[in-house]
């Protein structure tokens, strides 16, 4: 079963618009990542965030972190064509041994 | 640095047939581990390393074995392939296994098995 899990599955948006996308997990975490995949390309890290962080910036993009309703939401601002991609959430639960756990990902597609 | 690498890229397999997928690091990471990726789904861990010499099982290993000789490479052997397998793999390392780093992931193996 995946720890995280993305919600909307899909996204559609014009360019210069906003993307949210959501992702809720189960169980405690020491942090929570986010990665960006293109299509048919491998993953690169976009942001990670603390259990202890509530909010955290990068460029275009903001992510906010809350442990007590186990959900974090990526932001990006004035969305361009090039962010289309997929977007997923991984989190660590803090334990030794225990690795990244990944959702299914949010499809996201900025229209030109 | 090179970073993570995979080979090879692409890879059509019979059913029975077995291979091994190469990933090699030069950041001198200490974790490596390998993922699949199936259509329209996240990442589901196989295999993982924390250290030379050391591997355990990930979320879905059954099907697959791995050795860590060395802290650069970390190779995915399937013992007999299943169109089950058919899949994208990626390869990822980090600098410890404490995921507090960011994970560098290699370019991805297209593995299709008839």
């Known amino acids: 079963s995946q720890q995280g899990e993305e919600d909307p599955q899909a996204l559609s948006i014009q360019e210069g618009e906003n993307a949210t996308m959501n992702c809720s997990y189960k169980?405690?975490?020491?942090?929570l990542q986010w990665y960006r995949q293109n299509s048919g390309r491998g993953l690169v890290h976009l942001i990670l965030?603390?259990?202890?962080?509530r909010e955290k910036h990068s460029g275009r993009l903001r992510v906010t972190l809350d442990t007590s309703k186990k959900s974090s939401s990526l932001l990006i601002t004035a969305s361009r064509a090039a962010d289309t991609a997929s977007y997923f959430c991984?989190?660590?639960?803090?334990?030794?041994?225990?690795?990244?756990?990944f959702g299914g990902g949010t499809r996201l597609m900025v229209k030109p | 640095n090179a970073g993570v690498t995979q080979t090879p890229k692409f890879q059509v397999l019979k059913t029975g047939q077995s291979m091994t997928l190469q990933c090699a690091q030069d950041m001198n990471h200490e974790y490596m581990s390998w993922y699949r990726q199936d259509p329209g789904m996240g990442l589901r861990l196989i295999h993982y390393?924390?250290?030379?010499?050391?591997?355990d099982q990930g979320e879905v290993p059954n099907g697959y074995n791995v050795s860590r000789s060395t802290t650069e490479d970390f190779p995915l052997r399937l013992l007999s392939a299943a169109p089950s397998q058919t899949s994208v793999y990626f390869c990822?390392?980090?600098?410890?296994?404490?995921?507090?780093?960011?994970?560098?992931f290699g370019p991805g193996t297209r593995l299709l098995v008839l």
């Open positions: 390393s924390v250290g030379a010499g050391i591997t």
């Open positions: 965030i603390r259990s202890n962080e």
């Open positions: 991984a989190t660590y639960p803090g334990n030794a041994g225990n690795m990244l756990t």
């Open positions: 169980t405690s975490i020491n942090n």
């Open positions: 990822a390392s980090s600098y410890t296994h404490r995921g507090q780093e960011t994970q560098y």
